[in-house]
């Protein structure tokens, strides 16, 4: 319920925000992650190889900056091997998220620029060993920093580093951090 007034609130806010703005630009996007789980408890991690889809929308303040929010169902995880007291055991985690970036764009040049804002993910689906799981935090608040190329016609690729400051999973002492990289293709409308 938290998670659904969250999302409302925002899209409130954008509306109101976007009735301001003389143009508004929106589009889609979407593109592969790779992404990780650090902590102190892991032996060592790998790499999960997942997706990300959502829309997004553009809001010019100037000729150089707007705000671009998002909402992206996301894919993530690590595949980890834990300490434990009898030795390292192997766990896949796999945590699926709606991610709400709101970023700040500043164009370098007329096609490229740079995006760097907060993120308010909100935990859809966890599963560790293919079991469905109840050990991940609901909300987890990170930030994203990358750069798009707008390739001509609506179209533009992106690429984006993302982190998670507060813990990912609630069910532990260890604080565990969501990290990755997305990579992707959109278009603008």
């Known amino acids: 319920m938290r998670s659904l007034i969250l999302i409302l609130s925002f899209l409130i806010f954008t509306g109101s925000t976007i009735k301001a703005q003389e143009f508004v630009y929106f ?8 992404t990780d789980l650090s902590s102190d408890n892991f032996a060592k991690t ?3 190889t997942g997706f990300h889809l ?4 553009e809001v010019p303040l100037s000729n ?3 705000i671009q929010p998002e909402i992206l169902y996301s894919t993530q995880g690590t ?15 796999n ?4 991610q709400v970036p709101v970023l ?30 109840e050990f991940g935090s609901s ?13 001509s016609n609506g179209f533009f690729i992106t690429t984006r580093y993302s982190y998670g400051f507060t813990n990912a999973l609630d069910a532990y002492s260890t604080t565990f951090n969501n990290s990755g990289f997305q990579l992707g293709t959109g278009f603008m409308f």
């Open 104 to 133: 700040a764009k500043i164009y370098l040049t007329e096609s490229l620029s740079i995006e760097a804002g907060p993120s308010f993910n909100f935990l859809v689906k966890e599963k560790i060993w293919d079991r469905k799981t």
């Open 95 to 98: 945590l699926n998220y709606f």
């Open 64 to 66: 150089k900056i707007s």
């Open 27 to 34: 589009g889609a996007k979407g593109g592969i992650n790779l």
């Open 54 to 57: 959502g829309l997004l929308a």
């Open 79 to 93: 595949e980890a091997d834990v300490i434990t007291f009898e030795g390292n055991l192997n766990i896949d985690y």
């Open 139 to 151: 909300f987890e608040f990170g930030g994203a920093l990358g750069v798009s190329y707008a390739i």
């Open 46 to 48: 790998s790499f999960r």
